[in-house]
């Protein structure tokens, strides 16, 4: 089955500076990759998802690029704000699947006023 | 517009005791329907999905099932809880199509005392 890995476990940064969180896969047959927003306690939510027909999406401030050679993707943030304070997961699903997703151990990030 | 609901938000269960967890989807039809368990500090993991009324399939083994009655109505249920049974349990529905996003519940924190 499909492996996803994910770092890194823990990221604090200054407001205002950027931040990447990293995720690999292993099986060459997923081709969506959706980011998951999950806030203390909370469920969590989407916030950004990439197809394997696209190799780069940008929201606002939030973009993610994938790399279907080496199989790995990462979600940037920039001009990050105390809101972006979560935890982030990443996930991998493959086609014709039922839409079952992997997601890798989720980023904590931290950003510091 | 579509609405999951799941209940209780938590539960304090013993050892040994039965388990059954509730979600509902409303607004939509024929979905397809996740059990998903968080562990403290980690990521989701997939437990069960169905793709139609008593259609359920299990992606780990484990001392939990699950069935779903009805095409919007799907339930996680144990005999006896283990202490690792523990967590956060998340469900979650999706289009049928492919490489669509899930949509999680509120989620229900489990704790097996």
């Known amino acids: 089955g499909e492996n996803v890995e994910q770092h890194p476990s823990t990221l604090s940064v200054q407001e205002g500076d950027s931040a990447v969180i990293k995720c690999t896969y292993s099986?060459?047959?997923?081709?969506?990759f959706p980011w998951y927003k999950q806030e203390l306690g909370k469920r969590p939510q989407l916030i950004i998802d990439?197809?394997?027909?696209?190799g780069e999406k940008k929201d606002q401030r939030i973009a993610v690029t994938l790399n279907k050679t080496a199989k790995h993707f990462s979600l940037h943030i920039t001009e990050t704000q105390p809101e972006d304070s979560a935890v982030y997961f990443c996930?991998?699903?493959?086609?014709?699947?039922?839409?079952?997703?992997?997601f890798g151990s989720g980023t904590k990030l931290n950003v510091k006023p | 517009s579509q609405t999951i609901h799941q209940w209780p938000a938590t539960l304090v269960q013993p050892v040994g005791s039965p388990l059954s967890l509730e979600c509902t989807v409303e607004?939509?039809?024929?979905?397809?329907l996740y059990w998903y368990r968080q562990a403290a500090g980690r990521g989701l993991q997939l437990l069960f999905y169905?793709?139609?009324?008593?259609?359920i399939s299990s992606e780990v083994p484990q001392n939990l099932s699950a069935s779903r009655p009805q095409d919007r109505q799907f339930i996680l249920s144990s005999k006896k809880l283990l202490l690792s049974d523990s967590g956060f349990y998340l469900c979650?529905?999706?289009?049928?199509?492919?490489?669509?996003?899930?949509?999680f519940g509120q989620g229900t924190r489990l704790t097996v005392v």
């Open positions: 979650a529905w999706s289009w049928t199509g492919a490489n669509t996003e899930a949509f």
């Open positions: 099986d060459s047959a997923s081709n969506y």
């Open positions: 607004g939509t039809s024929n979905p397809n």
């Open positions: 990439i197809r394997s027909n696209v």
């Open positions: 169905s793709i139609g009324i008593d259609q």
């Open positions: 996930a991998a699903s493959r086609a014709r699947d039922f839409n079952k997703f992997y």
